[in-house]
């Protein structure tokens, strides 16, 4: 059997920590925030991880 492919897109959106969880990035952070109120701004710094029903589909993808 050939080795599985990893999903190019989700290689480059999520990141496995330390300890097993998976960080990923947060939506509407590109362009036109002068709309959005500075706390929501400052919330979306935060580092964000994945739910946990998610990460065994996307650790397949990623590996």
């Not at 109120?37 to 964000?48: E, G, L, N, V």
């Amino acid at each position: 059997m050939p080795k599985m492919k990893s999903v190019k897109g989700a290689v480059k959106r999520f990141k496995v920590k330390k300890n097993g969880t998976v960080k990923r990035g947060t939506a509407f952070r590109s362009h036109i925030l002068t709309k959005q109120d500075s706390a929501t701004r400052t919330k979306q710094h935060r580092p964000k991880v994945i739910a946990k029903v998610d990460e065994k589909n996307v650790k397949a993808m990623i590996n």
